[in-house]
């Protein structure tokens, strides 16, 4: 039984916060352990995480520690706090699991966020990757200016930063990724990143990658940003080319079974184009994974971490436990 499912998307989504909070009073944290991953001195449990979006202000990071997480990220988080877009911003229609949104970075704004992180205590339960992005009426030329206040108000807290310019909600974002713009934009946040670091090893950093770029634009991509330092990839944010096919509006952009084909090629592209260069990168695969199969599927493909959202919407968050319940059967 899916209560939630009764209710308007707007509904459920202002009360899901509400709901995870209650099961934190009546539960402990759990560690769901399957398919364990060490990477760069980070331990994963199991590689099935929460996708950005779904915790924006830190709020809930102990409350998906009781669900069985193998990671979260957090975010998308920019410097001032800003209002979603205008308008209706989100939508679902069950019967086809899809998800459509058009928030375009609602969130507290950085000084917030550092305040609720502030009240998990260490050492971390999961890994906390923490996606940052611009403010909304920052200019391109200056959007790693955004994406540098970022690192460093987060340099202490974050364990791998998620750098996010494929949002389709944020007008002129993913213009960043192309090919005249991307180098430009991530020289300056490497070299801050490593300049963070100092003596210490630098902190990941994964750049957030489009379902809407051609196989010849992917390439150039994982190219240039191989060369740049990047540490790995998350295949994808969500699409902007199908709202006329499933009768949603065509700004904004679509999540869950319709986005699954796209990233599930994108993976595997991206997993041939690299080939050996991915070495120690990290593969991170999201878009429509709505099963455990699928989450078996994408790690078959080469992904070294999988991540959800729509399947928490449409099947709650005990999807974690029923996944690792499917994993144990076929792992052991
Ligand atoms: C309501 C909603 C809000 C989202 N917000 C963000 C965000 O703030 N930052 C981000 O990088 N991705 C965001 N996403 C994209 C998801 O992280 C994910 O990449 C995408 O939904 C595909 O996964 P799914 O099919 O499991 O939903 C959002 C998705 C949804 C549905």
């Known amino acids: 039984m899916k209560p939630w499912l009764w209710l308007s998307p707007e509904m459920a989504y202002q009360l899901a916060p509400h709901a995870l909070r209650l099961y934190t009073h009546i539960s402990k944290p759990k560690q769901l352990t399957w398919k364990p991953l060490t ?8 590689p099935l995480g929460t996708s950005g979006g779904v915790d924006k202000n830190a709020e809930h990071i102990q409350d998906w520690w009781r669900w069985g997480v193998g990671f979260q990220e957090l975010g998308t988080i920019t410097p001032q706090p800003q209002t979603p877009n205008p308008g209706k911003i989100i939508n679902r229609s069950a019967a086809k699991k899809l998800v459509w949104n058009k928030m375009g970075f609602p969130n507290e704004g950085m000084a917030q966020f550092l305040k609720n992180i502030s009240q998990t205590p260490r050492p971390y339960l999961t890994p906390l990757l923490i996606n940052i992005g611009k403010n909304r009426w920052t200019p391109n030329e200056k959007a790693h200016e955004d994406y540098i206040f970022g690192l460093k108000a987060l340099y202490s807290t974050a364990d791998i930063f998620v750098i996010n310019i494929s949002s389709p909600n944020t007008a002129g974002l993913r213009d ?24 210490n090893k630098a902190k990941p950093l994964l750049l957030k990658l489009s379902p809407d770029q051609s196989i010849e634009e ?9 060369q740049l330092g990047i540490d790995g990839w ?15 509006p065509t700004e904004g952009g679509i999540s869950g079974a319709p986005l699954a084909d796209i990233s599930r090629n994108l993976l595997q592209s ?8 991915k070495k120690d990168h990290l593969l991170i695969s999201s878009g429509g994974i709505l099963t455990p199969n699928d989450v078996f599927e994408r790690l078959e493909l080469g992904a070294d971490l999988v991540q959800v959202y729509a399947a ?7 999807f974690f436990s029923s996944v690792a319940k499917s994993a144990i059967r076929r792992y052991s």
């Not at 928490?312 to 005990?318: A, K, M």
């Open 39 to 46: 990477w760069r001195g980070l331990t994963f449990q199991n």
């Open 176 to 199: 960043l990724l192309k090919p005249e713009n991307l180098k430009n934009f991530l020289e300056p946040i490497v070299s801050t990143n490593l300049e963070l670091a100092g003596a």
């Open 218 to 226: 992917l390439e150039s991509t994982l190219n240039t940003s191989l």
């Open 234 to 248: 998350i295949l994808t944010n969500t699409t902007n080319q199908l709202g006329h096919q499933y009768h949603m």
């Open 270 to 277: 991206a997993v041939e184009i690299l080939g050996n260069r």
């Open 312 to 318: 928490l919407i449409f099947e709650g968050p005990q």
